[in-house]
Nanobody, 125 residues
Framework: QVQLVESGGGLVQAGDSLRLSCAASGGTFSRYGMGWFRQAPGKEREFVAAINWSGGITYYGDSVKGRFTISRDNAKNTVYLQMNNLQPEDTAVYYC??????????????????WGQGTQVTVSS
């Protein structure tokens, strides 16, 4: 069983930066693909970024490309999401997720079997 705990959310102004962290326990973190998704009120869960088991391959949603960076530290069982130049439209609950089969497409929400509880990010204009 994999447990994921996000942290680092908060209230910021447009143009500010935040770094989200997701600490994993249980299982073998270094084998898993990891993803970040977000969900705003009344909207579907949206793909933000993903990273493969080694950190050598990353993927980004079109709306965050060039502003957000995903990374991981397998020694610390942690994945990060560095978010720069935040905008009000980035306001959402951010979730990290683990893809443990090794086969699922990392951009697809249904590939992920384990999810954190989410952390709120609010960007004021």
């Amino acid at each position: 069983q994999v447990q994921l705990v996000e942290s680092g959310g908060g209230l910021v102004q447009a143009g500010d930066s935040l770094r989200l962290s997701c600490a994993a326990s249980g299982g073998t973190f270094s084998r898993y693909g990891m993803g970040w998704f977000r969900q705003a009120p009344g909207k579907e869960r949206e793909f933000v970024a993903a990273i493969n088991w080694s950190g050598g391959i990353t993927y980004y949603g079109d709306s965050v490309k060039g502003r957000f960076t995903i990374s991981r530290d397998n020694a610390k069982n942690t994945v990060y999401l560095q978010m720069n130049n935040l905008q009000p439209e980035d306001t959402a609950v951010y979730y990290c997720a683990a893809e443990t089969t090794g086969w699922g497409p990392l951009r697809v929400v249904n590939s992920y079997g384990y999810w954190g509880q989410g952390t709120q990010v609010t960007v004021s204009s």
